[in-house]
C-alpha cells in the first residue's frame, strides 16, 4: 500500500545514503528509530542552499523540506528491511530552516515533509513536530529535518 502511494506521487525513494560526518543515519533502540537530521540531498547533491524566504522561494522551502522527508523515509526503508508492515507510526519529526530573523513561516515550510509522510502513510504518517528557524545550517542547506519513529 505505501509503495503504491510512493508510486503514485511520483517519488523514488533513494539508497539510504552515507553520512556527512561522523555520526549514522539512523539508529534503532528497541522499537524506536531515530533518523538524524537529513539535509535536501538528491543523487549525493545539495539541491536546495540558501535562507528561504531570501535565497530561495517559500515554494522552493517546501520542496526542500519534501526532499528532506524523501531521505528520512530512506533511513526508515533501509532500518526495517523493506518491510513496510514493520511501520508502527511516526512519533516526531524536528525542522529546522535557514532564514533571516524577520521569517516567519517556518511551519509553512516544514509542512512539506508533515504533508508528505501523511499523504504517504495515512494515519501512521501523523506526528507531533516542531519548526523553528536558524541563522545558519550546515553547508548552507536550507532546511534540515530529523525524525522519530516507532516500529515493530
Known sequence: MFEENIKQL????????????????????????????????????????GKVGKDISIDEGIKAAELCCVNIIAALKKSINGDWNRLETFLKLGGFVNCNNDFYDQPKIINGASDLLVNIFGEQGKHARFAVGSNSLPMNISVEIDAIIKIK
Open 10 to 49: 511520483g517519488i523514488e525513494i533513494p539508497d539510504m545514503p552515507a553520512a556527512l560526518a561522523n555520526y549514522v543515519p539512523f539508529k534503532v533502540s528497541d522499537s524506536i528509530v531515530y533518523v538524524s537530521g537529513q539535509a535536501p540531498v538528491k543523487n549525493g547533491k545539495l539541491i536546495y542552499k
